[in-house]
Nanobody, 125 residues
Framework: VQLQASGGGFVQAGSSLRLSCRAS????????MGWFRQSPGKEREFVAA????????TYADSVKGRFTISRDNAENTVYLQMDSLKPEDTAVYYC???????????????????WGQGTQVTVSS
């Protein structure tokens, strides 16, 4: 599975962005999807995850109520709608696929098999 993330940018606090992650290759397989982010000097952290069916989602406490993860399996694409952005949301955002976790959500980085290249999100105060 190859993942291509896009949609990052430079915005002011309070603004919105929508990230996209398009999968190609082994898309006939069912897999859960997640978004992670990494700031300079920090470890990559979990942001959100969604099941294959889209019926289950989970979020990090820091983004709950502001970010929404969704997916369109017909388009092999997962989205992360980010509203009310804060300067502390500044990071490189990565999408990832977990083949063994199609309907059981996981927040563990090690359980994701494939990763996109990352897209930079910068939020100014």
């Amino acid at each position: 599975v190859q993942l291509q993330a896009s949609g990052g940018g430079f915005v002011q606090a309070g603004s919105s962005l929508r990230l996209s992650c398009r999968a190609s290759g082994r898309t006939s397989s069912r897999f859960g999807m997640g978004w992670f982010r990494q700031s300079p000097g920090k470890e990559r952290e979990f942001v959100a995850a969604i099941s294959w069916s889209g019926g289950r989602t989970t979020y990090a406490d820091s983004v709950k109520g502001r970010f929404t993860i969704s997916r369109d399996n017909a388009e092999n694409t997962v989205y992360l709608q980010m509203d009310s952005l804060k300067p502390e949301d500044t990071a490189v955002y990565y999408c990832a696929a977990a083949l063994a976790y199609s309907e059981v959500l996981t927040t563990h980085r090690s359980r994701y098999n494939y990763w996109g290249q990352g897209t930079q999100v910068t939020v100014s105060s």
